[in-house]
């Protein structure tokens, strides 16, 4: 359907790979005002076409590959696309967010969005070239790694023109892990992942190996020369400030390996404690000085936060905080070339870094508990490479790895060291010493994750100083960075750009009265907080400089906005969210962590070295507008435009 806004191509196409067919989706100015796109849309799309006995590897489960008004736009860092579904790990709703350029060729091919829901007999690939959608075999791609798999695409796309020149295109494909339905396995765009949920799985079950895209169409926006003036300035400001100018280009998410070290925020030996002897053998500083070639960055990004390392010969994408932490101290390993070794070995494989790290963490300490005689043991990594493909082809204890830890420690045992949240594999941080991302994790509505969960440590450690143990005011704080995040990923933009939020004195001068005097006081703002949770539309201007996100959207699409308006959007998309979840039968007794991490202090001697997970919760609910059971009010569905089902 046609659109009178900018930053939207106007057009979602439903491909359905059981029958060929191929239709417009209908999607409304009006849907385009209240979810704005990325995996808000995406939510709304699975919310209404999916039923509650609908089950993720089914041929009515959809994959909803989505951009944003951002995307396309000029506008920083915003390269950015979603892929939802049903998750075959958790088996509630899944987003993955994913860089490179695929995003931005699926709108060149005049698409916002594309559905597609199905299974095909065999395995096919998909060429979209702006109208035209062509399904072709695939038997020569199954089986292939994701890179050899692109390489292989490009040339079959060169062939095509007739012309002998490259096509200019997008990409996403699978690997051996997703064809043979590992529940964590990643799809690929270039070096990019979306890894998490399993989304790799169910494309993997539709016999789907790739979607490539490619066209000549643009992208409009409403104020193309106040759009480009504000991008210019934006640009500037990201450049210089402490966190995007300075920490991320200069050593990446792996930068904050020594400073979570030296928070007790460190994963380590799966989650049994927070620091770890050799950490300076896998910190960002050893991998900047001895191993890092050169920084990349996604499309429209001044953050270039990714690294490049050198693998067997070969230059590849450096592994992030997550891998570095989670196969490094969580499983106490200190050889760094090992672990850009799996890094690149789980992306060709097609397999996420996270989930198959704690999982691998969970079977050690089992194995060390006498609960499961696999072989596994801390800090021995001889036969790992090797374990990584016994995954991805489901060959011996890697079958039963490939399900996850959730569904290990059910079949063996240890529940209360499997560490994950709704059946979604933690991250490298150790919320017993930040309490308040440990309410986030297990709140998050797509399972154990830091991002979707609000990434509460930045406060609690990572770029200010507020105290880490405290709850008070934590779950107001995380309703609102949550909904934050929800909308900017929704535009498209990739959520390194909220680091930005923070005035630059506050992260330069950490020692500085007016420093300590804020990070004191926010433990005893809850109550304002709470009034701006309830009542987001009061902040009807934008915030000048840290956050431009709201103004650029109203540049960018003609609609009118606020920052309150824009927190709102992002309130609703995450209310969405849980909403849909609990269809799938998602309640508060499913907002949890393992007992290692409620109820054993970190720190024997320190009580508060826990997660007092239940009393946030509470306070949490409150803010939220949903009930004590964890459910969205009426009211709260009414209050969001939230049609109730």
């Known amino acids: 359907m046609a659109t009178n806004y900018g930053g939207y191509m106007g057009k979602v196409m439903l491909i359905d790979l059981s029958t060929g067919q191929i239709q417009e989706y209908p999607w409304s100015d009006r849907e385009r005002r209240l979810f704005l796109g990325g995996k808000t849309m995406a939510a709304k799309i699975l919310g209404d076409c999916l039923s509650p006995d609908v089950t993720p590897l089914s041929e009515e489960n959809m994959l909803v590959i989505t951009t944003g008004p951002f995307t396309g736009s000029g506008a920083p860092s915003s390269s950015r696309f979603n892929i939802s579904t049903l998750s075959p790990l958790t088996g509630i709703l899944t987003s993955s967010n994913c860089g490179g350029n695929f995003g931005y060729y699926l709108k060149k091919a005049g698409l916002d969005a594309l559905i597609i829901r199905g299974k095909s007999p065999s395995p096919i690939w998909l060429e979209i070239q702006n109208e035209t959608f062509t399904l072709h075999d695939a038997g020569d791609l199954?089986?292939?790694?994701?890179?050899?798999?692109?390489?292989?695409?490009?040339?079959?796309?060169?062939?095509?023109?007739?012309?002998?020149?490259?096509?200019?295109?997008?990409?996403?494909?699978?690997?051996?892990?997703?064809?043979?339905?590992?529940?964590?396995?990643?799809?690929?765009?270039?070096?990019?992942?979306?890894?998490?949920?399993?989304?790799?799985?169910?494309?993997?079950?539709?016999?789907?190996?790739?979607?490539?895209?490619?066209?000549?169409?643009?992208?409009?926006?409403?104020?193309?020369?106040?759009?480009?003036?504000?991008?210019?300035?934006?640009?500037?400001?990201?450049?210089?400030h402490p966190l995007t100018g300075d920490q991320l280009p200069r050593m990446g998410t792996a930068g904050l390996v020594s400073i979570m070290q030296m928070r007790g925020q460190l994963s380590t030996k799966n989650y049994n404690y927070g620091q770890f002897d050799d950490f300076d053998m896998v910190s960002g500083e050893t991998l900047a000085e001895e191993y890092n070639i050169v920084n990349k960055g996604c499309l429209s990004c001044?953050?270039?936060?990714?690294?490049?390392?050198?693998?067997?010969?070969?230059?590849?994408?450096?592994?992030?905080?997550?891998?570095?932490?989670?196969?490094?101290?969580?499983?106490?390993?200190?050889?760094?070339?090992?672990?850009?070794?799996?890094?690149?070995?789980?992306?060709?494989?097609?397999?996420?870094?996270?989930?198959?790290?704690?999982?691998?963490?969970?079977?050690?300490?089992?194995?060390?508990?006498?609960?499961?005689?696999?072989?596994?043991?801390?800090?021995?990594?001889?036969?790992?490479?090797?374990?990584?493909?016994?995954?991805?082809?489901?060959?011996?204890?890697?079958?039963?790895?490939?399900?996850?830890?959730?569904?290990?420690?059910?079949?063996?045992?240890?529940?209360?060291?499997?560490?994950?949240?709704?059946?979604?594999?933690?991250?490298?941080?150790?919320?017993?010493?930040?309490?308040?991302?440990?309410?986030?994790?297990?709140?998050?509505?797509?399972?154990?994750?830091?991002?979707?969960?609000?990434?509460?440590?930045?406060?609690?450690?990572?770029?200010?100083?507020?105290?880490?143990?405290?709850?008070?005011?934590?779950?107001?704080?995380?309703?609102?960075?949550?909904?934050?995040?929800?909308?900017?990923?929704?535009?498209?933009?990739?959520?390194?750009?909220?680091?930005?939020?923070?005035?630059?004195?506050?992260?330069?001068?950490?020692?500085?009265?007016?420093?300590?005097?804020?990070?004191?006081?926010?433990?005893?703002?809850?109550?304002?907080?709470?009034?701006?949770?309830?009542?987001?539309?009061?902040?009807?201007?934008?915030?000048?400089?840290?956050?431009?996100?709201?103004?650029?959207?109203?540049?960018?699409?003609?609609?009118?906005?606020?920052?309150?308006?824009?927190?709102?959007?992002?309130?609703?998309?995450?209310?969405?969210?849980?909403?849909?979840?609990?269809?799938f039968g998602i309640t508060a007794k499913d907002d949890t962590l393992p007992s290692r991490l409620t109820d054993v202090p970190q720190d024997p001697r320190d009580e508060t070295t826990k997660v007092p997970l239940e009393r946030m919760k509470k306070v949490y609910y409150q803010a939220r507008g949903w009930d004590q059971n964890g459910v969205p009010t009426s009211r709260t569905l009414k209050k969001l435009n939230i049609e109730k089902r």
């Open 142 to 240: 199954w089986g292939t790694m994701t890179g050899e798999a692109q390489t292989l695409l490009d040339a079959k796309l060169q062939e095509t023109t007739g012309n002998g020149k490259p096509v200019k295109n997008g990409k996403i494909v699978i690997g051996p892990a997703g064809e043979n339905l590992v529940s964590y396995a990643s799809v690929v765009s270039n070096e990019r992942l979306a890894g998490r949920g399993g989304v790799g799985c169910v494309m993997g079950w539709k016999n789907l190996k790739a979607v490539t895209v490619s066209g000549n169409h643009t992208v409009s926006v409403k104020c193309p020369e106040k759009l480009s003036k504000l991008n210019k300035s934006w640009f500037r400001y990201l450049r210089k």
């Open 302 to 583: 001044p953050i270039k936060c990714a690294r490049t390392v050198d693998v067997d010969g070969k230059a590849v994408k450096g592994p992030e905080l997550e891998t570095l932490g989670l196969l490094g101290s969580g499983i106490l390993n200190h050889d760094l070339p090992a672990i850009l070794k799996w890094n690149y070995e789980l992306d060709e494989l097609g397999m996420d870094t996270i989930s198959a790290a704690s999982t691998l963490g969970y079977a050690m300490e089992a194995n060390e508990k006498g609960l499961w005689d696999n072989g596994l043991s801390f800090g021995s990594i001889d036969g790992i490479s090797v374990l990584w493909e016994d995954i991805a082809y489901r060959r011996g204890i890697g079958d039963e790895l490939a399900n996850g830890s959730r569904w290990c420690s059910e079949k063996y045992g240890g529940k209360e060291f499997a560490n994950h949240a709704k059946g979604m594999e933690l991250a490298a941080y150790e919320p017993r010493r930040s309490v308040g991302l440990g309410l986030g994790y297990a709140v998050s509505n797509r399972g154990g994750c830091h991002l979707n969960g609000g990434y509460m440590i930045i406060v609690e450690g990572l770029a200010l100083n507020v105290d880490p143990q405290t709850p008070h005011a934590k779950p107001d704080f995380t309703v609102i960075f949550q909904d934050l995040m929800e909308a900017v990923s929704s535009c498209g933009q990739c959520l390194f750009t909220t680091y930005a939020f923070f005035p630059p004195p506050l992260i330069s001068n950490p020692q500085s009265w007016y420093a300590k005097l804020f990070c004191a006081a926010v433990p005893h703002i809850g109550g304002v907080l709470r009034l701006l949770n309830k009542f987001p539309r009061v902040v009807c201007f934008h915030l000048p400089v840290i956050f431009n996100q709201s103004k650029a959207l109203h540049l960018v699409t003609g609609m009118p906005v606020t920052f309150g308006s824009f927190l709102k959007a992002g309130k609703r998309g995450y209310t969405l969210e849980r909403y849909i979840n609990t269809r």
